[in-house]
């Protein structure tokens, strides 16, 4: 078996994945399962009530929907094996590992450290993140950001973010 | 007469000089990000939501659809002169645009565009004040069967509108409808999928699920081309105003184009994109001049321009009367709108009448704003299109970062919308469209509730759905529609059209 349309086969199983997690999740782990955890002392928290179609429990419209799911990523699947396709595009993992650093870090260090290093620290992981990274230039913009956040969110808007590190206030 | 004094009234709200100030911010912002290339307007409008949370809710609206005109008409622009498009409603704007620019004629393009998009923002206006309040009428008479056909109806349409494999579109709308039920069952009180954390307890909030699908995943794919090489016409000094000749050429155009435009954008799933398309290929199917398209025709931007403002417009009706978006923007403005405390619906006509005449007679407000605001500022827009990406894009993501985290003052919608931003990614590289996702994710927990109390007073029998006359409508609609894509013919069609986009 050859996958003619890489691109389809690996969306396929992505749609296939998701819906099998959202229909265990709400119908539960089989009886066996749970049975073998309770060995283990451990008790399997998932599944919703089914309810009836007149009455639909929380696991009834997510049961459905999962279902669904699943099996349309099976026909991408398979339509994936017989039809010719493209190959999935490249990856470019720096400007993603670095745009994502940068939002994370920001969110993280916010609190502890206040607006003005935090938005610094943005600016700098997320320019590191493209082709050219010129410092000068860098700086300039981080102080025109700090400058920008706190002027128009924290004191014109009044979001109620620390300006300055816990420690200095 | 009802619509006049309605209107008087909508006019006295938008005219009050807070809010007249509220729309041109609105406006003006929206312009200066949309300018922005890479940044369209589901970005923008996500980008700028928080600065609207302490306003009134009038206030905060007019603003918010001032930025979704702004954005729009920055993408013209864009298109025009780096045949870059700011956003996807104005892809065909670049196929003549560009070309004019190229000959020089940059500043009529401009003109054009601008006038145009101004007539069809003020047919579009009456037509909104005309045709909403019966359609809320008729609204307040739907039962939850009607509410969740329509719903089906909504999601095919956008699917329709996905690029690509419409099995995937499916799945994704499926998708979204299932992101959208984590969080809190509003019947049984239980907390689904939320794997214990407390924060998921209120569900995923659009916003962040907007923000990283588009507005992250966006600047990625920005980043992977080294080296920009933009040709940006600046050079000249601009000559704005059209000749004579441009004028009579573009005024049937416009006109054909604000009635399909504000047609298509009434649409489930409709809106300015697919009426600058309609536009588009039907102003070259009728035009005098066929052969000029691609060439630099003007009726070639005036059409796709007046549709999608147009189109842009007419979108608000579905969710002014029945509360159900019809894309990805106006499913923004839902949330802005639940924010400020509305729910959404043919009520707010009766409950509200400030906010909803308000609301439609600042559309026409801020489209004048555009115009007074635009064609002076040319030269200060373009500018703004000089400024490297490398600079942009870290001060675009300041923005997202601070906008997302005053949602709940809470770094974990940050970490979501990251999760959020390299599942986007990973959509985009394997075709999977975003847009019927989010779709989907919005009418989740609706069509859910519709569903069920649907079946509730059907006592359990399915074929309620068909059995109701406008419900069945909705649902036959919805077929024919899934069926005329499935077709070989109109799928290869349908396939050329983005492609040539």
């Known amino acids: ?169 | 007469m009802d619509l006049i004094n309605n209107l008087m009234l909508g006019f006295t709200v938008a005219l009050s000089p807070f809010n007249m100030l509220m729309c041109l911010v609105g406006v003006f912002l929206g312009t200066l990000i949309g300018v922005l290339p890479g940044v369209g307007p589901v970005a923008t409008i996500a980008m700028l939501l928080p600065v609207t949370f302490n306003l009134s809710p009038i206030a905060a609206l007019i603003m918010l659809a001032g930025i979704y005109y702004g954005a729009q008409y920055g993408g013209s622009t864009t298109a025009i002169l780096v045949n870059i498009p700011g956003e996807s409603s104005s892809v065909v704007t670049c196929l003549d645009g560009y070309q004019m620019a190229r000959q020089g004629r940059a500043g009529p393009a401009l003109a054009v565009a601008a006038l145009a998009s101004f007539f069809a923002g003020c047919v579009s206006t009456l037509i909104v004040a005309a045709f909403a309040p019966p359609l809320a009428e008729v609204a307040l008479k739907f039962g939850p069967s009607e509410y969740f056909s329509l719903m089906v109806l909504g999601l095919v349409s956008a699917v329709v509108l996905a690029h690509g494999s419409i099995l995937k579109a499916i799945a994704m709308v499926i998708l979204g409808l299932l992101l959208g039920l984590v969080g809190t069952d509003v019947n049984s009180g239980v907390l689904r999928y939320a794997f214990g954390i407390s924060e998921l307890s209120d569900g995923i909030g659009f916003v962040t699920v907007a923000m990283g699908m588009f507005g992250l995943a966006e600047i990625v794919m920005n980043l992977e081309h080294t080296g920009e090489v933009r040709e940006v016409f600046t050079d000249k000094k601009l000559h704005l105003w059209p000749s004579k000749e441009d004028f009579r050429r573009s005024i049937a155009p416009t006109l054909r184009g604000t009635f399909l435009g504000s047609a298509l954008g009434i649409l489930p799933g409709g809106g300015a994109l697919l009426a600058s398309f309609g536009a588009y290929t039907l102003e070259k199917k009728v035009s005098k001049y066929k052969h000029e398209f691609g060439k630099g025709a003007v009726e070639g931007v005036a059409a796709p321009e007046s549709a999608n403002n147009a189109g842009a417009q007419t979108s608000f009706i579905p969710l002014l009367t029945l509360g159900i978006p019809s894309n990805a923007v106006m499913a923004l403005m839902i949330g802005a709108m639940m924010i400020q405390g509305i729910a959404p619906g043919p009520q707010v006509m009766t409950e509200k009448p400030q906010l909803f005449w308000g609301m439609i007679a600042s559309m026409w407000v801020g489209n004048l704003m555009l115009i007074i605001l635009n064609l002076p500022l040319i030269g200060m827009w373009v500018k703004l299109l000089t400024v490297p990406y490398r600079v942009l894009y870290p001060s675009i993501l300041v923005f997202m970062v601070i906008g997302v985290y005053s949602l709940s003052n809470n770094p974990f919608d940050c970490f979501l919308m990251a999760l959020f931003g390299v599942f986007g990614y990973i959509c985009v590289k394997l075709e999977c469209e975003p847009a019927p996702l989010i779709l989907g994710f919005i009418l989740g927990p609706l069509m859910e509730e519709n569903l069920r109390r649907a079946m509730l007073l059907s006592r359990g029998d399915p074929l309620v759905f068909f059995q109701k006359p406008i419900s069945a409508g909705f649902l036959i609609a919805a077929m024919i529609l899934l069926v005329i894509i499935a077709l070989p013919a109109i799928r290869k069609k349908r396939e050329e059209a983005f492609v040539e986009a």
């Open chain 1, 1 to 169: 078996m050859r996958i003619k349309s890489p691109r389809d086969f690996w969306a396929g199983l992505m749609f296939i994945g998701f819906g099998l997690g959202f229909l265990f999740i709400a119908v539960g782990p089989p009886a066996f399962l749970v049975e073998l955890a309770k060995q283990f002392d451990y008790k399997f928290e998932y599944g919703y009530q089914m309810g009836t179609a007149v009455r639909m429990g929380p696991a009834y419209f997510p049961t459905v929907l999962g279902g669904m799911l699943a099996a349309l990523g099976l026909f991408v699947l398979i339509e994936s094996l017989a039809i010719e396709g493209e190959k999935v595009a490249r990856f470019y993992f720096r400007p993603l590992l670095f745009i994502v650093a940068a939002n994370l870090a920001f969110a993280y260090l916010l609190k502890p450290l206040g607006v003005m290093l935090s938005i610094a620290v943005l600016v700098f992981i997320s320019a590191y993140g493209g082709h050219e990274f010129k410092w000068k230039e860098v700086a300039l913009l981080a102080i025109a950001m700090m400058i920008m956040s706190v002027l128009v969110f924290v004191k014109g808007l009044t979001l109620p973010f620390p300006i300055w590190p816990a420690f200095m206030e």
